[in-house]
């Protein structure tokens, strides 16, 4: 896997025949990742934090939903954070997937189910086990 890059991308959500794309920004930077979604009235899409294994909604203007991802994508948990709030720790969690409250249920974004992320022009695949 290549390192992590600040831009644009793609997360696809389910498998090939029922596969949902959804717009994604990613923040791999300290700058990018400290800032997040601070100061946004919403987001077209969803957010990825990487590296990250918990986030805080503190001076956030908006709910969110929160998956935390293992190593190969996975999601280990789903949550909604209204602001204000401060996340607890996932161990396992490498990355982590912001988006308005109540969208990733619309996505089918649940524990267990493993997404795809594709950066600007390349795929990032999860590491051959």
Partial sequence: MGKWRNGGGTLTVGSDTRAREVPLRIAASY???????????????????????????????????VAYLDRKFNVLAVRTMKPGRLGLPRLRARHVVESEAGAMEGWGLRPGTRVRVSAAATEVSPPAP
């Fill in 31 to 65: 700058r990018a990742r400290a800032r997040g979604l601070l100061g946004a009235d919403g987001v077209e899409g969803a957010l990825l934090i990487t590296p990250c294994g918990s986030v805080h909604t503190f001076r956030m203007r908006f709910a969110i939903d």
